[in-house]
């Protein structure tokens, strides 16, 4: 381990190491989070993912992010920080183009691009972590990850802001991941010439010894169920790279010129001006404690932002929610490595990424379908941020829980031991904590629909399409359908700026059985699908021999996706009516059954293109 003794001066009282340590994260998380600001934009509309589709991807992503840590940090102990680390920046620049070269309706290619993504940034994140650990003293903990945490954010902060001037066009968004691409080669190279692993590896250690050290901290049940509870803190954390940006766009909450880039600049904006300050007021106090804090603080930054309407508010919300985040975070980390045992640490503190993970991906898993349900199909996105905010609550209250389950233990085993007793141990704080969670999700349904504009995009800036020629296609199919039978199809518009689809399908009942049958009408219906918003445009039952379902767009920027990529269609013969006599004919009173019956659909859009010459 690298000395580190005590040193005068801010910079000085930490070593080399340890800011070279940092560049790394910087790095890292500036590509990581340049490429989430806007991640879920570009899944949604250039991509044409719906939200529910893009919730699980981003759960998939999680979940190889946040729990490749526990593999990653038990092969370190065998073959070194740095290899391990050499090996991660390779497999993530390799993520980083294949994402670059994902086109629309290539979602299989799209998920092993994620999953390159996921491997290689999870296999990095315990290195750094545990090599903070391993360079400075407990005593310095607190403000070190603290400063780990400001260099983070301000990664953060630093390239989505140079995308939003560079790449602010939506058609240019891809070119994000390449930009990700380089910044981790960089950090390959920081790694091959700078980087010195702070222990010795054990290369005695097999591969299985080295994976089975994680399960004596997952033997530690009180860390075990420490995790569980964290978890939640990040299932609500999952909004803020999935579906806040979606939310803005969807419910007008930012001017036009405000991007998903500038949105993702709030949070480590704020982190970056006032964690110094952060990190030196909470330096002195319980870690526990101050996780706490932190919980009821981001629950309410997460209640403004869904609760009103002004853009102030939204951006005030998020200012507000990064306060909590900056006090939790760090304060879990210190708490972990204060209570993992010496010969532990890298292997505790890569635990830490499991509940991380958890709550991540089974908040952006859930939160898709919330978001999809409330905020989309029933205009109530209220309703979607008062349950992220209870999870919240339901959070904090398991960690009080927990904390006086601790302080007992400690009494038992010290009984003259001075505890804290504070308002973070009390009964009277469950309850009240207990009360607000049905008081805001009533208040969220008391408040009613707002408008959503997310196929449209009303009041954004507009392209002069004087500028381009309306063009037209056409897609046909056919068929036979027997009775109660659905027909299930998918098609996909490649052409960005669609103005207008009309799906119309057609029938004709056969001719009567005998002269003296009547041939009941043949019902059918027709449901369309987009897949990008879920919405469904449903027919209902006709028996006129032709239905015609039509969307239609009002494209504002060059390229406009919202009426492009995938659509279902599905066909249904709902009753295939039958032959019935009118009079009685000299073989007797008969009814003719009626099996089903033949079916075209003609599909015809119109999208904008610009004029040649």
């Not at 959503?452 to 056409?474: C, F, M, S």
């Amino acid at each position: 381990m690298e000395d580190a003794q005590p040193k005068k001066g801010f910079f000085r009282q930490f070593s080399k190491s340890f800011w070279i340590i940092n560049s790394l994260e910087l790095f890292e998380r500036g590509a990581y989070y340049g490429t989430m600001s806007i991640w879920a934009v570009h899944a949604r509309e250039n991509l044409g993912i719906a939200p529910s589709i893009i919730g699980i991807l981003y759960a998939t992503l999680i979940i190889f992010l946040y729990f490749m840590p526990l593999v990653a940090a038990a092969l370190a102990e065998k073959y070194g920080y740095r290899n391990v680390l050499i090996v991660a920046f390779i497999v993530l620049i390799i993520g980083y183009i294949c994402n670059f070269l994902v086109q629309a309706g290539q979602m299989g290619f799209f998920f092993i691009a994620l999953i390159f993504w996921g491997v290689g940034a999870g296999a990095f994140k315990p290195i750094i972590s545990a090599s903070i650990a391993h360079v400075t003293r407990e005593d310095q903990r607190n403000l070190a990850y603290s400063i780990y945490y400001w260099m983070i954010n301000l990664g953060a902060f630093l390239l989505p802001l140079a995308i939003h001037f560079r790449f602010g066009s939506q058609s240019m968004w891809a070119y994000v991941f390449l930009i990700s691409a380089g910044l981790i080669f960089v950090n390959l190279m920081i790694t091959l010439f700078l980087y010195k692993s702070p222990v010795h590896p054990l290369k005695d250690l097999s591969v299985g010894k080295a994976i089975r050290r994680i399960i004596p901290a997952l033997k530690d049940k009180k860390f075990v169920l420490l995790l569980l509870i964290y978890s939640g803190f990040w299932f609500m954390f999952a909004i803020s790279h999935s579906f806040l940006p979606i939310y803005m766009r969807d419910f007008n909450r930012m001017p036009d010129w405000f991007s998903p880039q500038l949105l993702a600049t709030i949070n480590p904006g704020t982190i970056i001006l006032v964690g110094p300050f952060l990190g030196k007021l909470v330096e002195k106090h319980k870690s526990l404690n101050m996780v706490m804090l932190g919980l009821v603080i981001f629950a309410i930054g997460i209640l403004i932002i869904g609760f009103s309407n002004s853009p102030i508010l939204f951006a005030v919300g998020i200012v507000v929610f990064s306060f909590g985040e900056f006090i939790t975070h760090p304060g879990f980390i210190a708490y972990v490595s204060k209570i993992a045992p010496k010969n532990m640490i890298a292997i505790y503190m890569a635990c830490i990424f499991i509940a991380t993970g958890t709550g991540n991906a089974v908040g952006g898993a859930i939160q898709g379908f919330w978001y999809e349900h409330y905020a989309v199909n029933l205009g109530m996105p209220k309703i979607y941020f008062g349950l992220i905010a209870s999870v919240g609550l339901i959070t904090l209250i398991c960690f009080i829980l927990y904390n006086r389950w601790i302080i007992r233990d400690s009494l038992r085993e010290d009984p003259q031991r001075t505890v804290d007793t504070g308002i973070w141990t009390k009964t009277t704080t469950i309850a009240i904590v207990l009360l607000f969670i049905p008081i805001t999700i009533g208040v969220a349904y008391a408040g009613g629909p707002n408008t959503y504009y997310g196929d449209e995009e009303e009041g954004r800036a507009k392209t002069d399409w004087t500028q381009y020629e309306v063009l037209d296609n056409t897609m046909s199919d056919s068929g036979y359908l027997g009775e109660g039978a659905e027909f299930n199809s998918i098609i996909n518009l490649t052409e960005p700026n669609v103005v207008s689809v009309i799906f119309t399908l057609t029938w004709q009942d056969e001719p009567a059985a005998y002269p003296t049958h009547t041939n009941d009408p043949d019902d059918f219906s027709m449901s369309i699908t987009k897949l990008s918003s879920g919405k469904v445009m449903d027919s209902g039952v006709s028996f006129s021999g032709n239905i015609e379902v039509e969307w239609t767009f009002q494209p504002q920027n060059d390229p406009y996706y919202n009426g492009s990529h995938e659509y279902e269609i599905t066909i249904t013969c709902v009753y295939a009516g039958d032959h019935q006599p009118t009079v009685i004919d000299p073989f007797g009173i008969r009814t003719v059954p009626d099996d089903g019956n033949d079916w075209s659909l003609a599909i015809e859009y119109e999208y904008y293109e610009t004029k040649v010459g």
